[in-house]
């Protein structure tokens, strides 16, 4: 079995919690309520933060050029402009702000991604990213068309679904099977706690409504 689908089995039910979580499918249906979409909106846009810094960290500790052109092409393409003005759009759409105060599932996700970035440790930078790619792409392939009209959560698909995205996942994962083997209970101890961190992230969206 190759090393990234055994990451993701060891943490099996963990991982569909999150791809089945109750607020990813009321995203894929349209149908998360306007103030849950807001808060967590808020909060991604805070996690968005450390998310551009670690692919800037990945471009830096990459091993190879061949391995560095992906992160930059990702980090200048979506990170810097569809994902960014999506924010904005969505934010003043349901009457949001880009400054919200940290909930406690934000703060502890940011502190993960810190903490892989100040190792610049490109194994665990790329265990982080992938966890947060491929199980984005696990819910939002959960979604059938016609997707939602409105855009907030029609668009917020779109960004984690397509032929580019799971090239992109597929990307990662091979970067895992490619260098992981050695350090597989480091990786997956760091891979266990980004799957527990996405799925508090998404509890938070809707235990305060
Ligand atoms: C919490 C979280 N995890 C992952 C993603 C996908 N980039 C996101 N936007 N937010």
Redesign the pocket.
């Known amino acids: 079995m190759i090393f990234s689908e055994w990451l993701r089995r060891q943490c099996e039910a963990e991982w569909t919690a999150v791809v089945t979580h109750p607020f990813a499918m009321a995203i894929t249906k349209g149908t998360a309520a306007d103030d849950d979409m807001r808060r967590y909106l808020e909060q991604?846009f805070q996690?968005?933060d450390s998310?551009t810094a670690l692919l800037g960290a990945a471009v830096a500790s990459a091993d190879t050029f061949e391995a560095r052109v992906p992160y930059g092409k990702f980090l200048g393409q979506v990170a810097t402009t569809e994902e960014k003005t999506y924010f904005h759009r969505a934010l003043a759409e349901l009457g949001g702000t880009t400054e919200a105060p940290l909930e406690p599932a934000t703060a502890a996700?940011k502190g993960l991604m810190d903490e892989v970035r100040a190792k610049q440790d490109y194994l665990l930078i790329v265990t982080v990213l992938c966890v947060?790619?491929w199980?984005?792409l696990g819910w939002a392939s959960h979604a059938e068309e016609p997707l939602p009209e409105g855009f907030v959560h029609r668009e917020w698909i779109e960004l984690?679904e397509g032929e580019e995205f799971r090239a992109w996942v597929a990307f990662l994962r091979g970067e895992l099977d490619r260098l992981g083997e050695n350090r597989r209970e480091e990786v997956l101890t760091v891979f266990r706690k980004a799957v527990e961190l996405?799925r508090a992230?998404f509890d938070m969206a809707v235990s305060q409504g």
Do not use: G, Q, R
């Open positions: 991604d996690f968005v998310f996700f947060a790619e199980c984005y984690h996405e992230f």
